[in-house]
């Protein structure tokens, strides 16, 4: 499992048909290498200007890019504090509605009625039918 970080756990699910079961793999481990500042840039401006507005810091932060408002939280603050902030900035934040509200679309379908694998087979090739012409008989001969 070279594709994924060392630390992130893994779960697998097999099954089909809606007998889905899920296995882990690998138990999540914490990151060991967090960084303050990725973690800050997390936030939402606003979040950032908030919280460094709470701790008497707002001198400056109107005219700060997300990224020198990061830079300055990371400064601040420790990582866990940091990563405290983030989540309950997430937790807090309005719930997005997709563009399109699709229906969620649940099918169950009973065991019984489930279809052979053969039906999804391609069917065998067949040469095509021929059919033979019938002879019209001698063909005319037009004179003038």
Known sequence: MT??????GVWVTSGLWGDLAMRCVRAARPNPARD??????????????GKLTALG????????????LAKKLAQILSI???DALVQSCL???PKRQPAVAAKPRVVETPKHE?????YFLPP????????QRKPLGPSPILRF
């Open 3 to 8: 594709a994924v970080p060392e630390w992130w």
């Open 36 to 49: 303050p500042v990725r973690l800050a840039r997390m936030l939402w401006r606003e979040e950032a200007i």
């Open 57 to 68: 810091l707002q001198k400056g932060t109107a005219s700060k890019s997300r990224e020198g």
């Open 80 to 82: 866990d504090e940091i």
């Open 91 to 93: 937790r807090q934040r």
């Open 114 to 118: 489930m279809l052979p694998r053969s």
């Open 124 to 131: 065998v090739w067949q040469p095509p039918v021929t059919f």
